[in-house]
Nanobody, 124 residues
């Protein structure tokens, strides 16, 4: 059974930082890309960031570019998302997802497995 479990969400003031982490089990981790998505209240889920199977390539949504960093540890089966200079518009439930292949993808249908999400709330 494949499981993705996110952690690290919480309440933070604008300008603060959070580090989200996702632990993957039940699936060979080091051959698939990993992604982070988010869903704000009343909005559709959107792509945030992705990392390739070996960590050599990363890609970010324009909304978080230069403020975020995605990384993975293939020995621990984890993927992290460091978010800095957080803004109220970053408030959302953040989901990690395991890809269908090793290359970076931004579309939801290119990801096979999903976590349940972790809430990030940024106060102004």
């Amino acid at each position: 059974q494949v499981q993705l479990v996110e952690s690290g969400g919480g309440l933070v003031q604008a300008g603060g930082s959070l580090r989200l982490s996702c632990k993957v089990s039940g699936r060979t981790f080091n051959v698939y890309a990993m992604g982070w998505f988010r869903q704000a209240p009343g909005k559709e889920r959107e792509f945030v960031a992705a990392v390739s199977w070996n960590g050599d390539a990363t890609y970010y949504a324009d909304s978080v570019k230069y403020r975020s960093s995605i990384s993975r540890d293939n020995t621990e089966n984890t993927v992290d998302l460091q978010m800095n200079n957080l803004k109220p518009e970053d408030t959302a439930v953040y989901f990690c997802a395991s890809g269908r292949a090793g290359q970076i993808r931004t579309a939801e249908d290119q990801y096979s497995y999903w976590g349940r999400g972790t809430q990030v709330t940024v106060s102004s």
